[in-house]
């Protein structure tokens, strides 16, 4: 019977799903050179299959299978909706995550040939962290694949207690919102080495020790205000840091990336075995949820509007010309773009983006944000 015993490899191959890894962090910490450092690393015969999220990004230094900037412009955003450039940006990723379902069926298919896939995420951290969108992807990737969050931290800019602290303090927030395996990498090694911070987390006392040694007379540490909070936090903080994954790494010259990969699998077999139950169970809520909303929206729409009638998100292979691509404007190009050349909105683009927009803005608009002008 070895034949039939050896059958079952390629289907669990076929139906194997990535990895995914959400990488977070703030501005700067150096979220997208550690993607493209992480895109050029090749596991079990292929690279990682790579998703740009940021759509005010100007370029994207690795080569994107999927990118929010093929899809959504957020400039039209900007321009249609009469929104800053920080409104663009949340709103372009608001219309981007009411069609994340298609980006996840890319996904999953990715997974025949793709251990992992990395999801890069704005510059600024809380359009993602404290958005509807951030969650709705988060709650899409988490109830479909083993989903991992990567915080990034810029190791250099942290070496001052209070720093560290203040940064620990909002991956510590991220970690209880997402419910999700945790890796916190300490990013830019090559300029100051990250045992300080391990030892900090490890060792109450010797980080007692480096805010005392900062605080004498200073307006930070020592027994002034926000020593004394900093030490009640550290205090707080330590079932955190109890069985936390960390590494150090240098996003260039690509030191501890094999101890990277180490703690991901580590972090994925977690999630298989204590988190993937209760994201299905959420799963089916939702799709519950969903098919009734689906229902009342069905009798508000017009009838001769058809929702997903075709993709709006398409995969863009390697090497392929940005021309090439596919593009589509969820926010509808009225006025004239750079080319001068201008898309006519097919018939039933508009209503049908705006039904769905507005369905998204009653489903996630809580009563106490309804005056948020994001
Ligand atoms: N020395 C050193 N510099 C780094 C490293 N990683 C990133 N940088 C630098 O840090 C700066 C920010 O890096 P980015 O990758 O743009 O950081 P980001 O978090 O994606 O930035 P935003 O998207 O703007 O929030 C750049 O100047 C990088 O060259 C590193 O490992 N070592």
Redesign the pocket.
């Known amino acids: 019977m070895s034949e039939s015993e050896s059958k079952p490899e390629p289907m669990e191959q076929d139906s194997r799903k990535p990895i995914c890894l959400i990488i977070l ?1 703030m ?8 993607t493209r450092r992480l895109s050029s690393k090749v596991v079990e015969g292929s690279r990682p299959y790579l998703i740009n999220l ?1 759509p005010a ?1 100007r370029e994207v230094p690795y080569p994107a299978n999927i990118d929010i900037r093929d899809t959504v412009n957020y400039k039209e955003v900007m321009k249609q909706y009469g929104l800053g450039p920080n409104g663009g940006i949340v709103t372009a990723l608001n219309l981007f995550s009411t069609k994340f379902g298609q980006v996840v069926d890319l996904i999953e298919k990715a997974g025949k040939k793709h251990k992992y896939c990395i999801i890069d995420t704005p ?1 600024q951290i809380e359009v993602f962290t404290w958005s509807a969108s951030g969650t709705i992807v988060t709650e899409a990737l988490a109830s479909t694949c083993p989903t991992v969050v990567v915080y ?1 931290m810029d190791t250099v800019r942290s070496v001052s207690p209070v720093t560290f602290m203040s940064n620990m303090l909002y991956a510590c927030s991220i970690l209880y919102k997402t419910r999700l395996p945790f890796i916190v990498v300490m ?2 090694t ?2 100051v080495d990250n045992a300080y911070a391990v030892e900090w987390m490890r060792d109450f006392e010797a980080f007692q020790e480096a805010l005392d040694a900062e605080g004498e007379g200073e307006t930070e540490g020592g027994n002034t205000y926000i020593g004394n909070l900093t030490r009640s936090m550290a205090l707080a903080l330590d079932t955190f840091y109890t069985d936390l994954r960390c590494c150090g790494v ?3 010259t690509g030191e501890g990336l094999d101890e990277f990969f180490k703690l991901v699998d580590d972090a994925a077999e977690e999630y298989e075995k204590e988190y993937k139950a209760d994201w299905l169970k959420m799963r089916a809520e939702k799709l519950e949820e969903e098919k009734r909303k689906a229902e009342e929206l069905k009798n508000k729409v017009p009838d001769d509007t058809v929702i997903d009638k075709k993709k709006l998100i398409e995969e863009v292979s390697r090497g392929r010309e940005i021309s090439d691509m596919y593009l589509k404007h969820p926010a509808n190009e009225s006025s004239s773009d750079e080319e001068g050349t201008e898309n006519q909105p097919e018939e039933d683009d508009k209503p049908v983006d705006v039904a769905m927009f507005q369905d998204f803005i009653r489903k996630h608009a809580k009563p106490n944000n309804s005056g948020n002008n994001t």
């Open positions: 962090g501005a700067g910490a150096g979220k997208t050179s550690f940021d990004c510059g990034v990013n830019k090559d300029v240098s996003a260039h």
